[in-house]
C-alpha cells in the first residue's frame, strides 16, 4: 500500500519560513520523481517544485528564490522549504510521487494534502 504522508504545515506570519516533509512508503523512492503542489478553494492544484530521481529541481516562477526542494533517499523523504512566505502562499500543499516507464502511463501518487496558512 502506497502511503505519502505529510508533516510541517501551519500558521505562520507574512515574511515567515515552514519546512514541509513528505515520507513515502510503499514504493521505490528513488526511481520517482517527486513534488509538491498546492490548491486554493475554487482553483486547480499548480506545481509547485519538482525533484526528479536524480536531483535536478524546478521550482514554479512564482517561488524562485523563497522555496527550496529536496529529497533524501535514505529517509525516503522529500521537503519543501519555504522562506519569505507571502499570504498568496496560503493553500492546502500536496506531495506527489511520479514513476515513469516504458511503454505505459506511469504511477502517479498523493499525499492527503496540509494546509499552510500564511497571515497576520
Known amino acids: 500500500q502506497v502511503q505519502l504522508v505529510e508533516s510541517g504545515g501551519g500558521l505562520v506570519q507574512p515574511g515567515g519560513s515552514l519546512r514541509l516533509s513528505c515520507v513515502a512508503s510503499g514504493i521505490v523512492f528513488s526511481a520517482n520523481a517527486m513534488a509538491w503542489y498546492r490548491q486554493v478553494p475554487g482553483k486547480q492544484r499548480t506545481l509547485v517544485a519538482r525533484i526528479d530521481k536524480g536531483g535536478s529541481a524546478n521550482l514554479a516562477d512564482s517561488v524562485k528564490g523563497r522555496f527550496t526542494i529536496s529529497r533524501d533517499n535514505a529517509r525516503n523523504t522529500v521537503y519543501l522549504e519555504m522562506n519569505s512566505l507571502k499570504p498568496e502562499d496560503t493553500a492546502v500543499y500536496y506531495c506527489?510521487?511520479?514513476?515513469?516507464?516504458?511503454?505505459?502511463?506511469?504511477?502517479?501518487?498523493w499525499g492527503q494534502g496540509i494546509q499552510v496558512t500564511v497571515s497576520s
Open positions: 506527489n510521487a511520479k514513476r515513469f516507464w516504458v511503454g505505459r502511463s506511469p504511477d502517479d501518487f
